[in-house]
């Protein structure tokens, strides 16, 4: 089934009357098929998904058995984590073979028929492309460190002499002690921003970026539809112009979109940057002809710490500052991923009372800035403050991305390695190894202990449970589908009369919605105007709100949130 312009349109035009009872939106344009902008993004690993050959493994095979469950939740786009043949040091971020799929998650063909289960029920796939860096078991670093007249050589950046910043810049804090390794066969240094094993590409080489041209290629001819572009800043680093500020060749973006685009029209580019809002432009393009999609990691940050700690003027100041990007361009925004959370870009005083809130034992914090834990865990499983943490991901002006098992509120278990914690096999029901493998044992434990454990947090238990997380995210997941506002509409924060309450308020085609969020415990009482003050109706509660005196009041729960529609004359 081909993803096109017309079928994307016709779909918003026949959106279920949740939002409004008339069909709406026949005026937006959608040009250059931006389904990026209205999808809902679900992020997966396939060795923790579920295993269909009893070997202990997830496996494309029990990816496909899991796809009914992904439409029915609602899903459009899957976002596959690495899945090619790797040594496994660093989870399959160290990739020895571009080209094919690990043996141990299945074939060729299992990805062929899983690519075409995905069409038919009209969900996307997309897959991360790590080309940053090898596995230093890859053909091209064996061959590069084997001769100095290798044609791979310069692939890879080396040094003779130790530089003398070679302790600074590391991804891995307290994991890494250094960017540069001497290597034992060419007697001469390697360099590495990620871990020692993982030596990186040189991209001002272009039979470097003519490779990754291929590897682009070759995936969109197999039905891929877009790419999670890991660690970009690292990929468009000049090599050997500093390590804290280096240079950074900003067309290489402009370039892979084009190529990307030439072989697939509507293929989209998901960046991972976590810059600040000066350096927006450059990695979307000046007129959006850069990378389509970046996570929203300053906004992010931020926004754990409104969390934590109830305060919002950060928050709405990221938020603002985040806001002004090309029209073709888009924010994807999340909770938790398959890394930590990163702090980094807080106060040292703002970064402590994160932790204390959501991470005060050091076993749960990671590389000196960030924090290893899910969501339901960091919040104690109150299920009043993650569904106001989820009602706001789902609100944020962008694309909202989800990690497999958050749906659930599944936990993590910090006996696992650095950020294999939130990396455990999806917990599916309550019999043995939570119904993720028939073997005796998973790869990777299944979690079975406290509050998480898979006897009480499944799929199979939360079906059947019409007031389950599950449940209620679904539901949620509808609601922000028939509401297309938030991803393609114009958007401004309304000061909503609490330093507690986050108001955002979007516009499209003359429908305008309002929705609001207590990051307080306690009640709060909002209050606002509006121009002619319209009938706000209710789209979680049906509790409609009338004006009075000119001004809007709406009494909110502690974490609680609202869902507007401007009523119209």
Not at 210 to 222: A, K, S, V
Not at 437 to 447: G, K, L, N, S, Y
């Amino acid at each position: 089934m081909k993803h096109v312009f017309s079928t994307l349109l016709l779909a918003i035009l026949i959106l279920p009357r949740i939002c409004s009872g008339q069909d709406r939106l026949a005026t937006v344009d959608l040009k250059n098929n931006y389904w990026y902008k209205n999808s809902i993004i679900y992020n997966l690993e396939v060795g923790v998904f579920k295993d269909s050959d009893g070997d202990g493994r997830g496996d494309f095979q029990g990816l496909i058995q899991k796809l009914d469950y992904l439409s029915s939740l609602g899903v459009d786009a899957i976002w596959l984590a690495p899945f090619q043949p790797t040594p496994g040091k660093d989870d399959g971020y160290d990739v020895a073979d571009y080209y094919t799929i690990d043996e141990k998650l299945g074939t060729g063909g299992d990805f062929a028929e899983f690519i075409y289960q995905a069409e038919k029920r009209g969900i996307r796939v997309i897959m991360d492309l790590v080309i940053n860096h090898t596995s230093d078991e890859h053909p091209w670093f064996k061959n590069a460190r084997a001769s100095k007249n290798s044609k791979y050589r310069d692939w890879y950046i080396w040094s003779e002499k130790l530089p003398k910043n070679h302790d600074e810049g590391m991804v891995f804090p307290g994991f890494q002690t250094g960017v540069w390794k001497l290597d034992s066969l060419s007697g001469e240094y390697f360099y590495h921003r990620f871990y020692d094993f993982q030596p990186d590409l040189n991209f001002t080489n272009p039979a470097v970026v003519q490779e990754c041209q291929r590897i682009i290629g070759f995936w969109l001819n197999q039905g891929i539809s877009g790419f999670r572009l890991d660690a970009v800043p690292f990929i468009i680093e000049i090599p050997k112009t500093g390590t804290e500020k280096p240079k950074l060749d900003y067309k290489f973006l402009t370039d892979i979109r084009q190529f990307a685009q030439s072989r697939k029209a509507d293929a989209a580019i998901l960046g991972e940057a976590n810059v600040t809002p000066e350096e927006n432009e450059n990695y979307f393009g000046g007129n959006g002809d850069g990378i389509q999609m970046m996570f929203n990691f300053f906004a992010n940050q931020h926004l754990f710490y409104a969390l934590a700690t109830g305060k919002l003027d950060p928050f709405k100041k990221a938020i603002r500052e985040t806001k002004r990007i090309p029209e073709a361009s888009q924010w994807a925004h999340f909770l938790r991923n398959h890394d930590e959370i990163d702090l980094g870009r807080l106060t040292d005083k703002q970064r402590q009372e994160v932790y204390d809130k959501f991470g005060p034992d050091t076993s749960m914090q990671i590389y000196e800035r960030g924090i290893r834990r899910r969501l339901a865990t960091m919040m104690g499983n109150n299920r009043k403050h993650m569904e106001l943490a989820y009602s706001l991901l789902f609100s944020l002006p962008g694309t909202p991305v989800i990690r497999y098992g958050d749906e659930l509120g599944m936990g993590d278990d910090l006996r696992l390695r650095e950020r294999i914690s939130v990396r455990t096999p999806m917990q599916w029901d309550d019999s043995k190894n939570a119904g993720f493998t028939t073997a005796d044992t998973a790869f990777r434990p299944v979690i079975d202990f406290g509050e998480h454990s898979y006897k009480k947090v499944n799929v199979a238990q939360q079906r059947r449970d019409s007031t389950s997380l599950l449940s209620w995210t679904t539901d949620l997941i509808r609601l922000r589908k028939s509401c297309p506002e938030i991803g393609l509409g114009n958007y401004k924060l309304i000061e909503a009369g609490s330093p507690f309450i986050f108001g955002i308020q979007y516009e499209l085609a003359g429908e305008t919605l309002v929705i609001l969020h207590n990051f307080s415990d306690k009640p709060q009482r909002s209050e606002f105007t509006m121009n002619g003050n319209p009938l706000l109706m209710d789209l979680i509660n049906k509790n409609d709100q009338k004006p009075n005196a000119g001004k809007h009041t709406v009494n909110m729960p502690g974490y609680g949130y609202k869902w507007f529609r401007v009523a119209k004359d």
